[in-house]
């Protein structure tokens, strides 16, 4: 298939693709990836369609399209485009060309050879160290913007024509000769025109030797042919060194590395993991065609010298740039695995230092889904759709678990874990995770209110507990994962189980209750004593708390009701409970958290029982 070439009025504003197989329509315009011409504001975001027919290139003017499109100095909406024509829309000159790129696997006699090691080429001076700085000044705002590796080795290649203007052709080739490695399967049209589309596994035994055109330009637009050579790919990557051959066309050798007009080629390997078996071919031309060579070709190779520190300056920021997009997809892989908390940990630290179970402190938060036993039942013959509205559930837990800086530790069939203070011990740990929890609650309230949501007949019930635990990867030798053990853990799932009994949709233990009192302002968090409890099976009572969310919208207790159910709750202690009953009935009927009391109380005919303690025994989980 033939090529498009975008040029702009800069000579780094500029394309090369192929066109897509006979029928297949583009869209060219400002914005139209990726067949965009950022570069020029005189093209609308979408401005023309064009499509190759097998014979011409058509193009259709699209009605959104502000400014006209020339062809053979006239205005057209729409015209076919021959082999070698163009058109004009803007400043932006776009031209069909078909020309071919075949490697060459002949040794062609070169009339002097010369290799140089990255570390010599960066201890020579630039003869015009002024024009190359300025190329390499521009050389990250140029190929920065890039989306893709087939974006980026484009710009690269438009790097290489304008820093060296003898060059004819620049390459970036692969060298396909490591079979462990992922490679970009790249596809060749008639023309050379190179697409990358999928990743593949090359087989040793068919493509040990073979070389991709990850892509390639030309100064030239007419039907020149290219044949660049493969044995000096294949020696420069394999040497790890930059290798340089020059013709000398007067000498009457008929045998060049590309085609007629050229008389020099380098290539250039790019020492990189990021690129391996990667490298940058540049051939061309010097500046008196014919002229006899000198006998060694000395002044030529010092000539080419700048060319080639050039190369290899470029190629060294292009393995720098992939490595880093390398680094970024692997980081963004893992996003789905950590917490943004343990991701940041890891860019800074050694993730087995990281990743260590230890102990440290914690607040540990679970959060179990409402409403999931009976939707289940109702929707036993829908469990797809099922599946999904859990999930959505599930994922306001984990929102705001990590957009409150924690780490999701597990999840338990219908129920998330959170916890913080690790993988960096932080002093606002309770606060954050207390945030997170009163975030969920607010956001399923919210839900409530709108009967047609997906949601509505959720809700969840929330536990957290501070203490000692350890942290970290936890598991067998055969699957482990991030999370965090111990009695805090234990506890904090207690609390959530207790918020069905005492009413109440966030439970915290007493250690978090009394850090929120002292640590944080009632305009941000509140805190009221709930009971005394023992929970079945544990021997300990607790003093458990309800996390409450400053006195608004949110929440119709006043700070005057959260002291009259706490005088209550002193009394009730102490055994006087008609003392305790008469501050209950301070509190507002709709809190369903003073019916826990009020019917323990009217249950035992206001009287406490003989050897009262205070404690409450919790009947069951």
């Not at 393995?319 to 940041?344: K, N, T, W």
């Not at 458990?544 to 009259?564: K, N, R, Y």
Request: some cysteine; overall charge negative.
């Amino acid at each position: 298939m033939p090529d498009l070439i975008a040029q702009g009025s800069r000579p780094q504003d500029r394309w090369r693709r192929g066109l897509p197989p006979t029928g297949g329509e583009v869209v060219l315009g400002r914005t139209a990836e990726p067949w965009a011409t950022v570069w020029d504001d005189r093209i609308s975001r979408k401005h023309a369609v064009i499509c190759w027919n097998g014979n011409q290139l058509v193009v259709q003017k699209l009605s959104e399209a502000r400014n006209a499109i020339f062809y053979r100095g006239q205005q057209r909406e729409r015209f076919g485009v021959q082999i070698g024509e163009h058109f004009v829309i803007g400043q932006t000159t776009f031209t069909l060309v078909d020309q071919q790129v075949h490697f060459s696997q002949q040794i062609s006699p070169a009339f002097n050879e010369q290799t140089f090691s990255a570390h010599l080429l960066r201890q020579n001076r630039y003869r015009d160290a002024d024009r190359r700085i300025e190329v390499l000044g521009k050389l990250p705002e140029i190929i920065a913007g890039s989306s893709s590796d087939e974006e980026l080795c484009m710009r690269i290649v438009n790097v290489m024509l304008l820093g060296i203007p003898q060059a004819a052709f620049v390459a970036i080739v692969k060298l396909k000769s490591h079979p462990d490695e992922k490679l970009a399967e790249v596809v060749l049209g008639d023309s050379g025109a190179s697409k990358i589309v999928k990743e593949t596994r090359p087989d040793p035994r068919t493509s040990a030797d073979s070389l991709d055109i990850l892509h390639w330009d030309c100064r030239s637009l007419s039907g020149h042919h290219f044949t660049p050579s493969g044995q000096l790919v294949r020696r420069a990557v394999q040497t790890s060194e930059s290798v340089l051959h020059i013709w000398n066309r007067a000498v009457g050798s008929e045998s060049f590395t590309q085609s007629e007009n050229v008389d020099w080629a380098f290539c250039t390997p790019i020492l990189s993991d990021a690129c391996p078996a990667w490298a940058i071919y540049v051939a061309g031309d010097f500046a008196a065609p014919g002229q006899m060579l000198a006998s060694d070709g000395a002044d030529e190779v010092d000539a080419l010298q700048d060319d080639l520190k050039f190369a290899e300056l470029t190629g060294t920021t292009l393995g720098a740039l992939r490595q880093i997009r390398s680094l970024q997809r692997r980081q963004d892989s893992l996003r789905h695995f950590f917490a943004p908390v343990v991701l940041e940990a890891l860019s800074q630290r050694d993730p087995d230092q990281v990743l260590s179970p230890r102990q440290t402190d914690v607040t540990v938060m679970f959060c179990d889904l409402r409403g999931f036993s009976k939707r289940s039942e109702d929707s036993a013959d829908r469990l797809l759709e099922l599946l999904q509205r859990v999930s959505d559930a599930l994922g306001i837990m984990t929102h705001h678990i990590l957009r409150n800086g924690g780490v999701v530790g597990d999840f338990h069939g219908d129920a998330a874990m959170g916890f913080w203070g690790w993988p960096i011990a932080e002093q606002q740990s309770i606060q954050h995770a207390c945030q997170a929890a009163l975030a969920i609650r607010s956001e399923f309230e919210k839900t409530a209110q709108q009967s047609a949501h997906p949601l509505a007949d959720f809700r969840a019930g929330i536990g957290i507990s501070s203490g000692p635990a350890v942290a970290g990867r936890i598991g067998t030798t055969d699957q482990v994962k991030v999370t965090v053990f111990g009695p805090v853990v234990n506890l904090a799932a207690r609390l959530e189980t207790m918020t069905k009994q005492l009413q109440a949709s966030i439970l915290v233990d007493e250690p978090t209750a009394t850090w929120v009192r002292e640590k944080v302002p009632t305009s941000i968090l509140r805190i009221r004593r709930v009971a005394k409890v023992q929970p079945f099976g544990m021997n300990t009572p607790l003093v458990v708390s309800e996390l409450l969310p400053p006195c608004g919208e949110d929440s119709f207790l006043t700070d005057a009701h959260i002291e009259a159910y706490e005088n209550a709750l002193e009394h009730f202690l102490e055994g006087r409970w008609p003392e305790a009953f008469r501050f209950l009935h301070q509190v507002p009927a709709e809190d369903r958290v003073k019916d826990f009391l009020t019917v323990f109380i009217a249950q035992h005919q206001r009287t406490p029982p003989s050897g009262w303690q205070g404690v409450i025994q919790l009947p069951g989980k």
